[in-house]
């Protein structure tokens, strides 16, 4: 590709960049991404990405904007109360980058369509808020081979990690099944989401530009109370029940 004056311009902090500069920027523009949640998680993911210039964003969400989600939603706006989160994300993101195709999908992720969407895209971004929809990306994105960045947040506190399914540990490899006693469905504290979503862009980012490491093989785990973060050492699991000697065969 080459870029257009428009695009120099509004790229040109990264073009400038010895680390990424112009064949960075087109690696941005010729690579896809689907984030599944356009709530606390996926708001920054989708402004970041959408602002850096990844040529086709795709995003996931069933759900409609209401008053209690702008507390950390910032995607969304008060005039967007009612509106399908897609549809309000949409109209955002254009207004920030008219330079990246956009692909909303107003529905819920579930077995019978996660497969065909995720084979569309380069990497998926686990934005969502339960459990159940973060062990089915994980396994799809095993069984496809996709990439994806995983991160969960609760009340104060969040982690992240990226997986590529066959070199680095999973989801399961880590936490098999989703714990019995998951913590009740308080806040989370406004600011948290914007933490570790920005912190899954960089990672979709670092991915797509092949510039630094990728969070593999680590959790990285943030308290917001205490201002720290704390890396987790993990290992692929040869008896996983998703991506280890233990995982059922694909026909």
Known sequence: MTLSPAERQRYARHLDL??????????????SVLVVGCGGLGSP??????AVGVGRLGFMDPDIVSISNLQRQVVHVTTDIGRLKTESATSHLRELNPHVRLEAHPERLE?????????????????TDNYAAKYLINDICVELNKPFIHAGISAHGGQLMTVLPGQSACLRCIQPDAPANAPADAG??????????????LEAFKFLTGIGPLLTDRVLAF?????????????????????GAGAPTKE
């Open 188 to 201: 989370p504290l406004g600011p948290l989401p914007g933490v570790i979503g920005s912190l899954q862009a």
């Open 223 to 243: 308290d917001a109370l205490t201002t720290e973060f704390h890396a987790i050492l993990t290992n692929r699991d040869p008896a996983c029940p998703a991506c």
């Open 18 to 31: 010895p680390a990424l500069g112009e064949a960075g920027q087109e690696k941005l523009h010729a690579g």
């Open 111 to 127: 077995a019978a369509n996660a497969r065909e969407h995720f084979a569309n895209y380069d990497l998926v971004v686990d934005a």
């Open 45 to 50: 993911v989708l402004l970041y990405l959408a």
